[in-house]
């Protein structure tokens, strides 16, 4: 079976997914998944959804390399970019992977900072005397 590259986004997070048939080991930046997100449940469980929607969590090897953004963004940006290797891998998948919304890059990114502004929208304290 050949290798299948997807690429998955998240804010600043970009994960690189390898996905090829095998026995289901989940490796991240030369890790398991236990071991890059240690004790964080929830995270682990949201980069699972798409293995376990189409029930290939022990059918599929999967290489990731992630770059950039903590924790949450980098989970959103492998789970986005092993849903795309999913539904190349057998386009079935499109029919459970697209009404669950995973493969819809989330888009929403941090706002930049205004000038005479201390945040992207936060004006200075006005003083009126």
Request: aromatic share 6%.
């Amino acid at each position: 079976m050949r290798k299948i590259y997807a690429t998955g986004k998240r804010k600043t997070s970009i994960a690189k997914v390898w996905l090829q048939s095998g026995s289901g080991k989940i490796i991240v930046n030369g890790l398991s998944l236990d071991a890059w997100l240690g004790g964080l449940e929830a995270k682990k469980k949201r980069v699972l959804q798409p293995l376990n929607l189409t029930e290939q969590t022990s059918v599929v090897d999967i290489t990731v390399t992630v770059k950039g953004g903590g924790f949450s963004g980098q989970a959103d940006a492998v789970r986005h970019g092993i849903s795309k290797a999913l539904n190349v891998y057998d386009e079935a998948f499109r029919q459970i992977l697209k009404p669950a919304g995973l493969l819809t890059r989330d888009s929403r990114i941090v706002e930049r900072k205004k000038p005479g502004r201390r945040k992207a929208r936060r004006s200075p304290q006005f003083s009126k005397r």
